[in-house]
């Protein structure tokens, strides 16, 4: 694997995401009315990753059809895993007074405990314009991965006190990676 053909480029890394995340087996034609970038474009950045064996075109009955290298696939997927964690602490950082912590829970997680949401966020008390200015941060970052992500947004007085009565999704929650500032 070559990864000076990998990385550091913003339609490599759209086209992985896209086949990570949205739709694999897709032809490169497709891929172009789906990602903001010219077919020559996605088609050079293909040709690279190809050459650095991290894609690979399979023809499916009259059409050629991308795919992730399924040997490669955990590696890409954990590369994408730690841009996203360290960008959600960014978004913490950025708005700590606001935010009191977060948790990565089901998708982030190997975890069998499913509790259906991805990644929780704990408020401080804020007027409803600062907490959906957050939202819209979060939510316009996650876009750009093609994630169907549950979201869930938890008052601080709420959190601790269901924390307090032994609420069972504030206990799961917390078996969960969790960052507080």
């Known amino acids: 694997m070559d990864l000076n053909l990998f990385l550091w480029n913003k339609t490599k890394v759209d086209i992985l995401k ?23 474009a996605i088609k050079k950045q293909i040709d690279n990753l190809e050459k650095a064996w991290i894609i690979r075109k399979n ?5 050629w059809q991308l795919e992730i290298i399924e040997e ?5 997927e954990n590369l994408f895993i730690f841009e996203i964690k360290e960008n959600i602490k960014q978004i913490h950082f950025r708005n700590s007074m606001f935010l009191d912590r977060y948790f990565l829970v089901d998708y982030f997680n190997q975890e069998n405990e499913n509790i259906w949401v991805d990644l929780v966020f704990v408020y401080n008390d ?10 819209n941060e979060i ?12 979201i869930s947004f938890m008052n601080k007085k709420d959190y601790e ?15 969960f990676e969790s960052f507080s500032l």
């Open 59 to 63: 023809k499916n009955w009259n059409r």
């Open 18 to 40: 896209y086949l990570l995340y949205k739709e694999d087996k897709i032809s490169a034609r497709e891929l172009e009315n789906h990602l903001d970038q010219s077919f020559p």
């Open 126 to 135: 804020m007027d409803d314009i600062y907490l959906e200015n957050i939202k």
């Open 72 to 76: 490669i696939k955990p590696f890409v």
């Open 161 to 175: 006190k269901r924390l307090k009565f032994a609420d069972k999704f504030v206990i799961k929650l917390n078996k």
């Open 139 to 150: 939510t316009s970052f996650l876009d750009n991965y093609f994630l169907d992500l549950k």
